[in-house]
């Protein structure tokens, strides 16, 4: 499946770096979507936008900060993290609410 | 906000038997997702649920909606190695453009 693409695939930083995730999708969807998954806890939903507008921030701490310049694109941008945000960063996208297609993921690790 | 509990965690079988998962609402959904993540994967949809007591079949799966619309469960009938993941159920919160996702229930297949 190449419709939603996320890069990178993993991702190793120190708390003090500043990194950033990419997803972009190829499916004409115009809803985008950040997710956390960790091994303790479910899906997590952290962001949504709907049309390039941020329509949702679940309670996201400010070292998450996400951006979406257009409809196929989505970023999320980190810095100053914390050893506890290591997890799976999954993107998704989807036709408002119709199914939602999911990213590869990735993998975070934070030292 | 709205919960979607899953029941169980984690469940292990041998090949061939069969394998259950239940999820519910503290609320009325107006319908009901699926997905499989398979391990080291990302989710992915199976089927959507729409009518008080429908009930959709994919081969080995079978999909149901409860008559109230606060309950759903997916039957898998003699259970192959493919069959392992996790598998999630979804409900749309038609309100802010989200799926709420269920804690997942993983699945675990012994030939």
């Known amino acids: 499946e190449t419709g939603v693409t996320q890069t990178p695939r993993h991702l190793v930083m120190g708390m003090t770096n500043k990194k950033s995730l990419k997803c972009e999708q190829h499916l004409g969807h115009n809803a985008m979507y950040w997710y956390k998954q960790s091994a303790k806890k479910p899906l997590e939903l952290m962001f949504v936008y709907s049309l390039e507008e941020r329509v949702e921030n679940n309670s996201v701490p400010s070292r998450f900060s996400p951006e979406c310049p257009n409809s196929s694109h989505l970023f999320l941008h980190l810095h100053t993290l914390q050893p506890e945000d290591s997890a799976l960063y999954l993107c998704a996208s989807s036709r408002r609410t119709d199914t939602q297609y999911f990213g590869p993921g990735t993998r975070l690790t934070v030292l | 906000g709205q919960q979607v509990m899953q029941i169980p965690q984690y469940q292990h079988v041998q090949e061939g038997e069969d394998f259950t998962t239940y999820c519910n609402s503290s609320?009325?959904?107006?319908?009901i997702q699926w997905y499989k993540q398979r391990p080291g994967g990302h989710p992915v949809f199976l089927i959507q649920l729409v009518k008080s007591g429908e009930v959709k079949k994919q081969k080995r799966l079978t999909f149901q909606f409860g008559e109230a619309k606060k309950n759903s469960s997916l039957h898998i009938t003699a259970t192959q190695t493919t069959d392992v993941g996790t598998y999630f159920c979804?409900?749309?919160?038609?309100?802010?453009?989200?799926?709420?996702f269920g804690t997942g229930t993983r699945l675990l297949v012994s030939p």
């Open positions: 609320t009325t959904l107006s319908n």
């Open positions: 979804a409900a749309l919160n038609t309100g802010f453009q989200k799926l709420v």
